[in-house]
């Protein structure tokens, strides 16, 4: 019997997905897969769990999301960051706010940990139900995107929408504009997008080129030039059904992290 939710994790640091996994085990209580994304070999602790399937690919993070949809085999899709926790029993409430088949949820979630300084002027405060609205965040607003719009970066949404839309595209690099560009398209395909009473997942928050946030500070500055092409024109509403095998048309290496 196939799983009721599948999640998608591309993952450099494959020592923290064991917290990651624990963290799932206690916010979901249905049948669920965890799909590994990954130039790494699995660590030891990851090895035999029943529900772990593990992708070898040194692709971009959108690239190796896109691997981890083409193989999931749950009714819904949710995708995941190794640097994060779930809130425990809060997937579980996420899911009642599931309706028809053209629902989806976001996922509200938090970046910060024990070090952030919260005076940083890039700290954002996520609680807050407007900062899932294109409005909140003044760089996503351009000529032809609705400026009622939401934003879902994270999300629960059914695996037969992703599929009729083709997924993400894998021209972007990195999720927050993957992300934007998903939420985006599934706007325009007439999906409802619904926020998460409560905090569901707990992500770490490494500022600009801090730590190994580098190739993701930089892809970012790509993307958004991508971004900007794409919705400064009136065509953007026909774009919303893509190849779902665009992912094969990404470098099979992200030079950007990995080299070449």
Not at 30 to 44: A, F
Not at 101 to 122: C, G
Not at 190 to 201: A, C, E, K, Q, Y
């Amino acid at each position: 019997m196939n799983p009721i939710l599948s999640v998608i994790l591309p993952t450099i640091r494959t020592e923290k997905i064991i917290h990651l996994y624990e963290s799932i085990q206690s916010s979901y209580s249905g049948d669920w897969e965890i799909l590994i994304v990954s130039p790494y070999d699995l660590p030891d602790n990851m090895n035999g769990k029943h529900n772990v399937r593990y992708f070898n690919d040194w692709g971009s993070p959108m690239r190796c999301q896109q691997i981890g949809l083409v193989n999931a085999k749950g009714d819904f899709i949710t995708r995941a960051v190794d640097d994060s926790v779930y809130v425990t029993g809060m997937l579980d409430k996420a899911f009642l706010k599931l309706g028809d088949p053209k629902t989806a949820v976001i996922l509200k979630h938090t970046e910060t940990n024990a070090s952030v300084d919260r005076t940083h002027k890039d700290f954002q405060r996520m609680e807050d139900p407007d900062f899932y609205n294109l409005t909140y965040h003044n760089q996503t607003l351009k000529p032809y995107v609705p400026a009622h719009y939401k934003i879902m970066n994270f999300g629960i949404v059914p695996r037969a929408l992703m599929v009729e839309i083709g997924g993400w595209d894998c021209q972007f690099e990195t999720p927050a504009l993957g992300e934007l560009d998903l939420s985006i398209r599934l706007q325009f395909y007439g999906v409802n997008l619904v926020l998460s009473d409560d905090i569901t997942v707990k992500c770490d928050w490494i500022p600009g080129t801090d730590g190994d946030h580098a190739p993701m500070h930089y892809g970012f500055d790509a993307d958004n030039l991508v971004y900007s092409r794409i919705y400064s024109e009136p065509e953007c509403e026909d774009r919303v059904q893509i190849d779902i095998n665009n992912w094969q048309q990404a470098p099979s290496r992200w030079e950007r992290r990995f080299g070449e």
